[in-house]
């Protein structure tokens, strides 16, 4: 039973760039959400997709941009990457309804330089 | 900005000790859990506790909460160098469908 993929596993861009980051759920889950963690913070809610549509999104600018596919994996997208968008981006699976099965990705470390 | 805060912020301790981290909360909650990350990888989930719990067990995990002080904390008992690694408590609000973190405790313990 695979948990949640991420990919790439590193990335490094240049500002103004743009990013796409990839997340397979863990299998028999249909909700995802993504995560920002900065060097020694805890994580920062993004958005979280369900049913092919953003349900909830935190506070991060309109730059942050998602996708749901039928299939359930998730897209998340940077445009415009800022020297600040550098962080470990976390994904995590769940099942709609239950709050108590979160299964996070290894994550993705994008660097922007 | 987090829904929560962790004290201490770093926490060093013999092998065999106990280790004693604390997590406060800004809303009312749904449930509240803890992870646990190793060399800023993936997030573990070790233990949920829910808003009509008080305390719970799990192995060498020892949680509590109090509502009223929209507090909680996670107890290791006897402690591994294998614990070393940075812990988070993470909470569901009422009403919400996802997790927000706290800052973190890192902790180390020393063989």
């Known amino acids: 039973d695979a948990g949640v993929t991420q990919s790439p596993t590193h990335l490094i861009k240049t500002r103004g760039q743009q990013v796409t980051l990839r997340c397979s759920p863990k299998s028999g889950h249909d909700t995802v959400s993504w995560y920002q963690q900065a060097l020694g913070q805890g994580p920062q809610f993004i958005f979280q997709?369900?049913?092919?549509?953003?349900?909830q999104r935190g506070n991060f600018p309109d730059r942050f941009s998602g996708h749901q596919f039928p299939n359930y994996s998730s897209e998340l997208n940077v445009n415009a990457l800022l020297l600040g968008d550098s962080a470990l981006y976390l994904c995590?699976?769940?099942?709609?309804?239950?709050?108590?099965?979160?299964?996070f990705g290894s994550g993705t470390r994008l660097t922007v330089v | 900005s987090q829904q929560g805060e962790e004290d201490p912020q770093a926490l060093s301790i013999q092998e065999g000790e106990n280790a004693t981290m604390n997590c406060s909360y800004k809303t009312s909650i749904n449930n509240l859990q803890w992870y646990r990350q190793n060399s800023g990888r993936g997030l573990v989930h070790l233990i949920l506790?829910?808003?009509?719990?008080r305390e719970k067990h799990s192995g060498r995990l020892r949680v509590t909460l109090d509502t009223s002080k929209k507090s909680s904390s996670l107890l290791i008992t006897a402690s591994r160098a294998a614990d070393t690694a940075s812990y988070f408590c993470a909470t569901v609000p009422t009403g919400a469908n996802n997790l927000f973190f706290g800052t973190g405790t890192r902790l180390t313990v020393i063989p």
């Open positions: 995590a699976s769940s099942l709609n309804g239950h709050f108590y099965g979160y299964t």
């Open positions: 506790i829910r808003s009509n719990e």
């Open positions: 997709y369900y049913e092919e549509e953003e349900r």
